[in-house]
């Protein structure tokens, strides 16, 4: 079991940064495929990376590919994501995801994973 909790979301203008965090509770993190979705208002839960247990592969959405880059700390059970050059498009609520229910999913549905956070609310103004 895994317990998921974000935090660093909050009002930016375009161009500007933020840095999310999710602290993961559960002696099984460090086993875990982690990810970041994303979910705006009337919109469908959207993939954003994800990250393999030992962060020797990652994987982006082509929408973030080059701005966002995702990391984690195995010792501190934290996932990051680092939001660079954010666009009024990147308003979303963010959620961490863990856990992947079967080593054939691919990791970029939201129906893969197991454990989820509440989300952080990120919004940016142009």
């Known amino acids: 079991q895994v317990q998921l909790a974000e935090s660093g979301g909050g009002l930016v203008q375009a161009g500007g940064s933020l840095r999310l965090s999710c602290a993961a509770s559960?002696?099984?993190?460090?086993?875990?495929?982690m990810a970041w979705f994303r979910q705006a208002p009337g919109n469908e839960r959207e993939f954003v990376a994800h990250?393999?247990?030992?962060?020797?592969?990652?994987t982006y959405a082509d929408s973030v590919k080059g701005r966002f880059t995702i990391a984690r700390d195995n010792v501190k059970n934290l996932v990051l994501l680092e939001m660079n050059s954010l666009k009024p498009e990147d308003t979303a609520l963010y959620l961490c995801?863990?856990?992947?229910?079967?080593?054939?999913?691919?990791?970029?549905?939201?129906?893969?994973?197991?454990?989820w956070g509440q989300g952080t609310q990120v919004t940016v103004s142009s």
């Open positions: 995801a863990g856990g992947l229910r079967s080593i054939l999913k691919s990791g970029t549905g939201a129906t893969d994973y197991q454990y």
């Open positions: 559960g002696r099984t993190f460090a086993g875990n495929t």
């Open positions: 990250i393999s247990p030992n962060a020797a592969r990652t």
